[in-house]
């Protein structure tokens, strides 16, 4: 699995994950989801082939995907924590590649 971000930043920098509120872009073929840097908001977006490798059984389907996100939830939120430097970038990519 490898999160693509900022390589640069800040280091020890606290994200936040208040809002438990998740959607699924089938434009962007992922789920999306938010954190708090303080009151910066900042996008982490899981793409469906991670989520699908998460648990190979699941469909393709949105529901299928949004359940395995919950499923997941503590595991995809700890992966986001680490990949967030800090600084000026407000959307991160989670993915397999």
């Known amino acids: ?10 280091g020890n920098v606290v994200i936040n994950f208040p809002n438990p509120s998740r959607i699924h872009d089938a434009s962007r073929h992922c789920v999306c989801f938010w954190g708090y840097d ?5 996008a982490f977006l899981v793409d469906d082939a991670m989520l699908t490798k998460l648990n190979p059984s ?3 389907d949105e529901s299928a995907l949004l359940a ?30």
């Open 1 to 10: 699995m490898k999160a693509l971000g900022n390589e640069m930043g800040k």
């Open 38 to 42: 303080n009151a910066r908001e900042i």
């Open 58 to 60: 699941t469909g393709s």
């Open 68 to 97: 395995v996100f919950d499923r997941n939830r503590d595991r995809i939120l700890g992966l986001a924590r680490n990949l967030y430097k800090g600084g000026p970038q407000n959307r991160y990519s989670i993915s397999l590649d």
